[in-house]
């Protein structure tokens, strides 16, 4: 998918869209997967260790740098600063603001060799809208200070406490994402315990879906019915009196995994193609659904094949999050890198970076593809031939939306945005 790197922002928290992305290009999030893979490596090596020759596992020193930053009320006329807000940045240990909104967090980073990188900072409170901040920068080898960070009044609403777990081994799972569909949806990381906190909860109380994200991990809570949610029952009032566990399937288990296909040109769905993964094999329906049971997951194979069109071979990552394959018929031009591309403007910024751009299918509504602008504003999105309504978002601003009509074949250029500030955010 496209990359995009960020800058601070403040204001109402804006909430997030579902994304559906095509298959060819398999999913992101957080850290790569081959650091992952290397991690998972040393820890296996070290067991290993243990288990034949009776040595004690060392401590694995994680080195972490010091960022600070203060946290406001928004929406008032004076800076006034949120006591016993919660912050977690990067997975991890939760640290509290002090009186004057202030708070120093350790913060782990894969080395001290003066990088500068992007983080997501979490930050909550009973009575304030939670936000997850991804559009921050910090250096790996000094301390850092990441500015302000406003806290919207969220009065009547309820709190939610939980931690994300390995199913298998009961850990908590630092840096997982929590997503909470309430009227608003609400994100946050978890600290390194797992733990998070979830602040502004509306209606504040009722049954709620929650999703949990993890590179490592499945997004399937059911590995037979390929459920990617969790029912979650909130009674009115505080984090003290509501509290859930998640539990996560390491990514590797095989699950159900469900899919549709469709033509690249004309977005209908395709019935009759064999759908072919880790050798388990489905046919789509008339709607072009798919789903395989006991279906392999982690870096698979995926063959797509229909007398009528172009066959799919991709290698991909299988997580539990629907697979969206779009075939092209015989003769098709070569797929574009990007079909849309433009840029967005944030008025009175000079580092235009952090704005989310959606493209969702006129028809439908579906988010085809999204993509996070650079720091000089620019973004490009893949979608096939269609009518799509592109909408550029980021908090502290007033949204935009545009009617784009992508050919085949052809790439729209110059689908140009400006945001205003929203009036009372700081």
Known sequence: MK?????????????????????????????RGAKALTACAILVALSLLVGCSGLKLPKIAVPTVAVSGTVFEAGVLEDKPVAGAWVVINGSAPAYTDSSGRFVVNVPVTSTSGQIIQVAVSVAKHGYMARL??????????PTDIGEIYLVPAPNTSSLKGRVVDKTTGRGIPNAEVIFLGDLTLRVRTAADGSFLLSGIMPNSGSFKVHARHPDFLTIFDLQTGRNYQNVTVRSGDENVNFVTLELYPLGTPALIAGQVVNAETLEPIAGATVTLGGKQATTDAEGKFSIQNAPTGQQTLRVEHPSFLTFNENLLVNGDPLTVFLFPPGSLPSLPFTISGKVTLQGETNHSGVRVEARRKLDGTVVDVAITNIEGNYALWVPPGTYLVRASREGFVSDEREVI?????????????????????
Do not use: H, Y
Request: charged share 30%; aromatic share 4%.
């Open 3 to 31: 990359k995009g790197q960020g800058t601070r922002d403040k204001g109402q928290n804006m909430g997030a869209g579902c994304e559906v992305r095509s298959a060819k290009r398999g999913a992101e999030f957080g850290v």
């Open 133 to 142: 901040i991804e559009d921050r920068f910090i250096r790996t080898d000094a």
């Open 406 to 426: 992508v050919r085949k074949g052809v790439a729209v250029t110059n689908v140009n945005f400006t945001l205003a500030r929203m009036e009372g955010v700081p």
